[in-house]
């Protein structure tokens, strides 16, 4: 398959639109590409168990978790589940790379001493669903270590980063410096991060679940500017895939039964690319054991709202 670069729109689908008219109503965060979400996480991952969780009043912040080690109780990991929108790997890298520029800018802001910078790295996580036919663009998960000075005492802090469903999940993790190496507050990272990404499950639905129309390839041969990717380049069974519809040679979309299975294999194309979702019916399912649920719905947020949400274990914490 050959991918066509103006797919990589990633960030931008994160930012609002510019100042509204006094008498237009603020758009949704994500307008109606994803209209509602619906997020399932374990509330333990390895030996660090879910003690708490915070719902910020932005919506593009989502929610906060944090994670507690059963073995030595004055440790925790804060763990972040945030809308990220379509993200392909070149535009992950540099948000990644933001994330640790502003880490780094607010630990050199307190002047309480010399701030040691490790090496982004990246490492591997469980494959997203259809992540091979990507390729370059498949997203990668990234890590990064420091040492800094903070409360009188130094320590070493890691910050780790995936997508998954449409979702940023990053994990922020510190420890006093004295008692880790920087490879073990990263490596400790990396794991816990990698496990919370496996047993995840986010559904989402809105218009990222748009069924392609079957349209035909144009007898000039010219493109539209939205392909996101095409197949079979000069053949046949040549296609173009565009957010709403795949583009099919007129002799093929007259052969019903291979038309259909066409715009069955551009649809999942267009899935992966774009982000899968379900219908709003689907997002109905049973809570597992072990698992708690939040659900957003991008809206314009409700006045005096703070944002907050009941204790972790409320009768509407939503646990199994």
């Known amino acids: 398959m050959k991918m066509i670069t103006r797919c990589l729109l990633a960030v931008a689908v994160l930012v609002l639109a510019g100042p509204a008219l006094a008498d237009t109503p603020e758009p949704p965060l994500l307008g109606d590409y994803i209209t509602a979400s619906r997020a399932l996480y374990p509330l333990r991952v390895g030996d660090w168990e879910a003690v708490g969780e915070k719902r910020y009043e932005q919506q593009e912040l989502g929610v906060s978790v944090r994670y507690q080690d059963t073995r030595k109780p ?12 379509v993200m392909f790997d070149p535009a992950f890298a540099q948000v990644f790379q933001y994330g640790v520029d502003e880490i780094v800018q607010i630990a050199n802001n307190r002047k309480a001493g010399d701030v040691r910078l490790g090496e982004v790295r990246t490492f591997t996580t469980a494959p ?8 370059e663009l498949a997203l990668k998960a990234r ?14 802090s890691a910050l780790a980063m995936t997508v998954r469903d449409l979702y940023f999940i990053k994990v922020r993790y510190s420890v006093e410096a004295d008692r880790v190496s920087d490879e073990d507050v990263q490596q400790q990272a990396e794991t816990f991060l990698a496990g919370f990404a496996a047993d995840v499950r986010v559904l989402n639905t809105g218009r990222c679940r748009q069924v392609l129309q079957v349209r035909p390839i144009p007898a000039g041969g010219a493109r539209p500017d939205a392909v996101l990717a095409s197949t079979n380049d000069g053949q046949e069974n040549e296609m173009w895939i565009v957010d709403d519809a795949v583009y ?53 947020p409700d006045a005096g709202s703070d944002g907050t949400t009941p204790r972790l274990r409320s009768p509407r914490s939503g646990v199994g």
């Open 128 to 135: 997203s669903a259809g992540e091979g036919m990507l390729g």
């Open 143 to 156: 890590s990064f270590a420091m040492e800094m000075p903070m409360r009188d005492k130094r320590y070493r």
């Open 74 to 85: 004055d440790r925790w990991m804060d763990l972040y589940l945030y809308p990220a929108g």
């Open 248 to 300: 099919l040679r007129p002799a093929v979309i007259a052969r019903t039964e291979e038309a259909a299975e066409l715009q069955s294999e551009a649809q999942s194309i267009r899935n992966v690319l774009r982000g899968r979702c379900v219908s709003p019916e689907a997002m109905d399912i049973v809570v597992p054991d072990g698992m708690r649920e939040i659900r957003f719905e991008y809206q314009r």
